[in-house]
């Protein structure tokens, strides 16, 4: 065999060789797009953290549960804690950014309104989160909270007209009451009458889907 001949075999060998590992990297393009799963930030108080509740029928299990159920490939990430006020949310706010979600779910204020902080308060701090979010572009769902009407009218007009206030000045998706079609529900509250039982939870998250698929929808990986 010819120096030449030796030459072409070895352009060919080589060629193939490329040809090859582009077919391989070309298939492995898809898995690796999908390898990493966008992130969903639970950003709330008690009623996300799931007190009182082992952690599988907590909100954050319960909702990761059916969005697996709906093939779709998120991981719940949830940073809720127990007692937030929405001044407690804004001061955490830049430490659990630290790792930018793809959209998050804010749920905030019903601490404040158990506590009969002002109403305005609330519509502060909340716009100082939003607005955090917006500067980073990640899209939000706003769950709303309704005010005890104990409170009095004029307190309850004020709270509850934060939350549809703030989601039309930042475009954000609203979901109107949190604990709809649970409050009061004795069968699905805890003996606190406050917290949602797993069941409670469960009728939650059925009412709350449809708002977070569409969410994750609109955000961008």
Not at 32 to 41: C, G, I, R, S, V
Not at 126 to 151: E, T
């Amino acid at each position: 065999m010819t120096k030449r001949t030796v030459r072409a075999a070895q352009i060919l060998r080589d060629g193939l060789r490329l040809i090859v590992l582009g077919a391989v990297a070309l298939i492995a393009l898809p898995t690796l797009a999908q390898a990493a799963p966008k992130t969903l930030l639970l950003y709330g108080d008690s009623l996300m953290a799931g007190l009182g509740l082992d952690a599988k029928d907590g909100f954050a299990a319960q909702l990761q549960a059916a969005l697996d159920a709906k093939h779709l490939d998120v991981a719940v990430v949830n940073a809720s804690v127990s007692g937030d006020t929405t001044a407690d949310g804004l001061a955490r706010l830049d430490w659990t950014l630290a790792d930018r979600p793809d959209a998050v779910l804010l749920e905030l204020g019903a601490n404040d309104m158990l506590q009969g902080l002002p109403a305005e308060a609330v519509g502060h701090n909340l716009d100082a989160i939003l607005d955090r979010f917006a500067a980073d572009g990640v899209p939000v769902l706003l769950a709303g909270m309704k005010a005890n009407p104990s409170l009095g009218q004029d307190y309850v007009a004020a709270f509850d007209t934060v939350f549809p206030t703030l989601s039309e000045k930042y475009k954000a998706a609203l979901f109107p009451f949190f604990l709809d079609g649970v409050a009061l529900d004795a069968t699905l509250n805890q003996a606190d009458g406050i917290h949602p039982n797993a069941v409670g939870v469960k009728r939650i998250v059925a009412n709350i889907l449809p708002y977070v698929e569409q969410l994750l929808a609109a955000a961008t990986h």
